[in-house]
T-cell receptor
Framework: DTAVSQTPKYLVTQMGNDKSIKCEQN?????MYWYKQDSKKFLKIMFS???????INETVPNRFSPKSPDKAHLNLHINSLELGDSAVYFC????????????????FGPGTRLTVL | GENVEQHPSTLSVQEGDSAVIKCTYS??????FPWYKQELGKRPQLIID?????GEKKDQRIAVTLNKTAKHFSLHITETQPEDSAVYFC????????FGKGNQVVVIP
């Protein structure tokens, strides 16, 4: 009955590899997000999708490509991994962020700790 | 876009004392101000939030105050306990959430 789940929890890989992180939410939310949290704990928004449509695309290298097959899933694929990609990646979801009457709370997944060697 | 500043970056308090974390925001159109708590190795979780039509909100030992004119809001934790030790993030939003850089609170037993 986990609200927002991510797999894998830990990911250790070599520089140059390609990897994916998966996220699923069972809250019936329309909006999903990817955040990167670096060693200084700063939470930086990367992408957001609303009902499978990309709505936020911050300044992120194009090696990062999100994919939303349906509104309950938002996956993150990373090509040609670099040392600086090492971080914890959090998926989150909320109700439709464009609806001013919506409750805006974001529910976070448990995080995926990515280590690039 | 919205810019949220959070101070201090680290705060140490004796158990039982109060802790106050302050945030400022730049976009006067922001109307939603949540606070998230992140314990070590865990996910951020909402602990309290306030909307721009309210000046103060309280939930047991935590409270949030909002000054729209000055564009700042604060988190107050009273009677701090060791389990309050965590990183606290403020955020502001009209449509998308902009997070502050976080504040490490350490409660010393």
């Amino acid at each position: 009955d986990t609200a927002v789940s991510q797999t894998p929890k830990y990911l250790v890989t070599q520089m140059g590899n390609d990897k994916s992180i998966k996220c699923e939410q069972n809250l019936g939310h329309d909006t999903m997000y990817w955040y990167k949290q670096d060693s200084k704990k700063f939470l930086k928004i990367m992408f957001s999708y609303n009902n499978k449509e990309l709505i936020i695309n911050e300044t992120v290298p194009n090696r990062f490509s999100p994919k939303s097959p349906d509104k309950a899933h938002l996956n993150l694929h990373i090509n040609s991994l670099e040392l600086g990609d090492s971080a914890v990646y959090f998926c989150a979801s909320s109700q439709d962020w464009r609806d001013p009457s919506s409750y805006n709370e974001q529910f976070f997944g448990p995080g995926t700790r990515l280590t690039v060697l | 876009g919205e810019n949220v500043e959070q101070h201090p970056s680290t705060l140490s308090v004796q158990e039982g004392d109060s802790a106050v974390i302050k945030c400022t925001y730049s976009d006067s159109a922001s109307n939603y101000f949540p606070w998230y708590k992140q314990e070590l190795g865990k996910r951020p979780q909402l602990i309290i939030d306030i909307r721009s039509n309210v000046g103060e909100k309280k939930d047991q030992r935590i409270a949030v105050t909002l000054n729209k004119t000055a564009k700042h809001f604060s988190l107050h934790i009273t009677e701090t306990q060791p389990e309050d030790s965590a990183v606290y993030f403020c955020a502001a939003s009209m449509d998308r959430l902009a997070f502050g850089k976080g504040n490490q609170v350490v409660v010393i037993p």
